[in-house]
């Protein structure tokens, strides 16, 4: 079968369609995921031996199986065990937000455990409360260190809803491989699959940039 580059055209309207429901994946995943990370990333910095020990197993846990396994449990262990039944995109959605908070939380502990201790110490000495030393002179400081490894970990996690297919989940892989398996045009399909996920993972590339340029991040 000979190539024909021209017949991507004809199925950019389902690829859209697909490359939607990856971002509406990620973007939630990603919102759920901070929140989650932020979180048990504080835990492990600031916590006490029962609050660092219960995300400390969380991390391990999720950082230790892949994705893949992760929202597998999610759409068909849970039923049976907690006799809990959730939708495919629930399941992928739930999958980003514990897998990219384990990894986050790292991300945070790092960065908030990098400013040196001599800031803590001078706002707690003029008596501000722990909260506020954090939220105002070691929160923005860590912010910023944060940027690079959250960009990083953004771009894997848009990259991980391709696995959700093994759930049915219509994203963009999933698309593309009905799209193949109806014309066996795999070379011009897959390639417009990679083009869809660079344009993705360039626009994310590019606006983390712009980000960490307009803070001054060497």
Known sequence: MQVDWSIMIDFIPQLLAGAKVTIYITVLG???GIILGVIAGLMRAYGGKILNAIAFTYIELI???????QVMFLYFALPVLADIRIDPMSAAVLAIVVNAGAYIAEIV???????????TEAGLAIGMPHWQVLLYIVGPL????????LGNQFIVSLKDTSLFIVIGVGELTRTGQEIMA?????VEIWTAVAICYLIMTGTMTIALRAIEKRMRIL
């Open 109 to 119: 502990r790092g960065a908030f455990l990098s400013i040196h201790k001599g800031l």
């Open 182 to 186: 109806a014309n066996f045009r795999a």
């Open 63 to 69: 950082r230790g199986t892949p994705i893949v396994v």
């Open 142 to 149: 860590a912010f910023r260190r944060l940027i690079p490894p």
């Open 30 to 32: 990603l919102i759920g």
